[in-house]
């Protein structure tokens, strides 16, 4: 087993622990069972999961135990906001978005451990819902709820800032009572004695040592622990894992490979350090190298595409990734477009400013319409300047039309002004 608090705290993982020495030493006597929890609030897992997702991974490849637990329960009350409440959504939607979820986690995690379905380290699947299903309100109440003290629970930050404007629900209120109840139950069923999650978890997971203490006693399974991950931001302000069009989705059908690539290649020159460390599987050096290339030479850009190339791999599949990277040097001059297929293709096109026509238009007038000039004058003079290309080929005469043969798959059209300005035509 390698030193997984120290790796984890070199990539700037670690934000809250509640006992680093105790940790670290179970980490050395392991293996240690240690799980986190995604709650189905939509069809399909994010970018922002991963930190949580590939630090299981990486506790599973240091010899330790993970339990991806997939929130069936917890899913149908909602993890509580602190600007608004939840809208819940039906039970049978929360249950297609669990079987959903669960095949997304599958794929990053060892649930076999090779051929040894018995091994230390086989990751276990899990969903709350199984062991709240049959739970009465009296048994809640009872068993679990003399256990919280409403002292600490209106205490919590999320809790006071909504109390503070339209207030929280008795639903809200009480999740944290049920998803520390998933520890306890995790540290029962399965001897799992750590919770890891992001730093905005830290009153959940701390509740659910509090439940596990006062429930046991004497901790047969050994003494439990919490665990915390940065919360991930941009440097320019905005949400992590964000675009213009929203959330971006591990499922291709959600956030195109295309698109998944890009927003890795894409990456501020500020932020691809602490992303490289915070997903990359590459070695300490190898990172390192990545980051002193970055600092360098930035316009290169060797950092983004290596980590748009190791996560799209993760989560698309190399073939998938290989047709993100074409499609990507295509659109820039530096591959051919007739070869990309027309999935691929309308993939990267819906990533551009475009324009649909009825009937295609001469050059200047789509150069207009996919707003890559702001008047038929500027892209007379771009043409002039030889700054005006059609599908990679550039456009020599100021009154050049467009033809069917310009038809890429018999329905787009590639424009692009420069070297990076790209935009599109769909003839409708």
Same mark, same amino acid.
């Given at each position: 087993? #390698?030193?997984?608090?120290?790796?984890?705290?070199?990539?700037?993982?670690?934000?809250?622990?509640?006992?680093?020495?105790?940790?670290?030493?179970?980490?050395?006597? /392991?293996?240690? #069972?240690?799980?986190? +929890?995604?709650?189905?609030?939509?069809?399909?897992?994010?970018?922002?999961?991963?930190?949580?997702?590939?630090?299981?991974?990486?506790?599973?490849?240091?010899?330790?135990?993970?339990?991806?637990?997939?929130? +069936?329960?917890?899913?149908?009350?909602?993890? %509580?906001?602190?600007?608004?409440?939840?809208?819940?959504?039906?039970?049978?939607?929360?249950?297609?978005?669990?079987? @959903?979820?669960?095949?997304?986690?599958?794929?990053?995690?060892?649930?076999?451990?090779?051929?040894? #379905?018995?091994?230390?380290?086989?990751?276990?699947?899990?969903?709350?819902?199984?062991?709240?299903?049959?739970?009465?309100?009296?048994?809640?109440?009872?068993?679990?709820?003399?256990?919280?003290?409403?002292?600490?629970?209106?205490?919590?930050?999320?809790?006071?800032?909504?109390?503070?404007?339209?207030?929280?629900?008795?639903?809200?209120?009480?999740?944290?009572?049920?998803?520390?109840?998933?520890?306890?139950?995790?540290?029962?069923?399965?001897?799992?004695?750590?919770? $890891?999650?992001?730093?905005?978890?830290?009153?959940?997971?701390?509740?659910?040592?509090?439940?596990?203490?006062?429930?046991? /006693?004497?901790?047969?399974?050994?003494?439990?622990?919490?665990?915390? #991950?940065?919360?991930?931001?941009?440097?320019?302000?905005?949400?992590?894992?964000?675009?213009?069009? +929203?959330?971006?989705?591990?499922?291709?059908?959600?956030?195109?490979?295309?698109?998944?690539?890009?927003?890795?290649?894409?990456?501020?020159? @500020?932020?691809?350090?602490?992303?490289?460390?915070?997903?990359?599987?590459?070695?300490?050096?190898? $990172?390192? =190298?990545?980051?002193?290339?970055?600092?360098? @030479? %930035?316009?290169?850009?060797?950092?983004?595409?290596?980590?748009? !190339? =190791?996560?799209?791999?993760?989560?698309? +599949?190399?073939?998938?990734?290989?047709?993100?990277?074409?499609?990507?040097?295509? &659109?820039?001059?530096?591959?051919?477009?007739?070869?990309?297929?027309?999935?691929?293709?309308?993939?990267?096109?819906?990533?551009?400013?475009?324009?649909?026509?009825? !009937?295609? %238009?001469?050059?200047?007038?789509?150069?207009?319409?996919?707003?890559?000039?702001?008047?038929?004058?500027?892209?007379?003079?771009?043409?002039? !300047?030889?700054?005006?290309?059609?599908?990679?080929?550039?456009?020599?005469?100021?009154?050049?039309?467009?033809?069917?043969?310009?038809?890429?798959?018999?329905?787009?059209?590639? &424009?692009?002004?420069?070297?990076?300005?790209? /935009?599109?035509?769909?003839?409708?």
């Amino acid at each position: 087993m #390698t030193d997984i608090v120290e790796d984890l705290k070199w990539r700037g993982l670690i934000a809250q622990t509640t006992d680093e020495d105790a940790l670290r030493k179970a980490f050395a006597d /392991g293996p240690v #069972t240690a799980y986190c +929890g995604f709650d189905p609030t939509a069809a399909s897992l994010h970018v922002g999961h991963l930190t949580q997702v590939l630090t299981l991974r990486r506790l599973q490849l240091a010899g330790h135990r993970p339990i991806a637990l997939v929130g +069936g329960a917890t899913g149908l009350i909602g993890d %509580p906001k602190p600007s608004a409440e939840r809208q819940l959504n039906e039970a049978s939607t929360v249950r297609e978005w669990v079987g @959903r979820i669960r095949g997304q986690l599958s794929a990053f995690l060892d649930f076999a451990a090779g051929d040894d #379905t018995d091994a230390p380290n086989a990751a276990l699947m899990a969903n709350n819902y199984d062991w709240t299903e049959n739970l009465s309100a009296i048994d809640l109440l009872r068993d679990l709820g003399k256990h919280f003290s409403i002292n600490q629970m209106l205490a919590r930050d999320t809790v006071k800032s909504r109390l503070g404007g339209e207030g929280m629900s008795y639903t809200e209120f009480s999740y944290v009572i049920l998803q520390s109840f998933d520890y306890l139950e995790l540290y029962r069923r399965h001897g799992c004695t750590l919770q $890891i999650g992001g730093s905005d978890q830290w009153g959940n997971i701390t509740a659910g040592l509090d439940l596990i203490r006062r429930v046991t /006693g004497n901790q047969p399974h050994g003494q439990a622990h919490a665990m915390t #991950t940065n919360l991930l931001t941009k440097a320019d302000g905005t949400k992590f894992g964000k675009t213009e069009g +929203g959330a971006v989705w591990l499922d291709p059908e959600l956030t195109t490979p295309y698109a998944f690539y890009q927003f890795w290649l894409n990456a501020d020159d @500020r932020d691809v350090s602490r992303y490289l460390r915070t997903f990359s599987f590459r070695s300490h050096e190898e $990172i390192e =190298e990545l980051e002193r290339e970055a600092a360098e @030479r %930035p316009a290169a850009r060797a950092a983004q595409r290596a980590l748009a !190339e =190791e996560l799209t791999t993760m989560v698309h +599949g190399a073939d998938q990734c290989a047709a993100a990277v074409e499609a990507s040097r295509a &659109l820039f001059g530096q591959g051919d477009l007739a070869a990309l297929d027309a999935a691929t293709l309308a993939a990267a096109v819906a990533e551009l400013p475009s324009a649909q026509v009825a !009937e295609l %238009p001469t050059v200047v007038d789509a150069l207009v319409a996919t707003e890559l000039a702001p008047s038929k004058g500027a892209a007379r003079r771009t043409i002039k !300047e030889g700054g005006a290309y059609v599908n990679n080929t550039k456009v020599v005469t100021e009154d050049a039309l467009l033809t069917s043969a310009d038809l890429l798959h018999g329905r787009w059209v590639l &424009l692009r002004r420069g070297k990076r300005n790209l /935009g599109a035509l769909e003839l409708s």
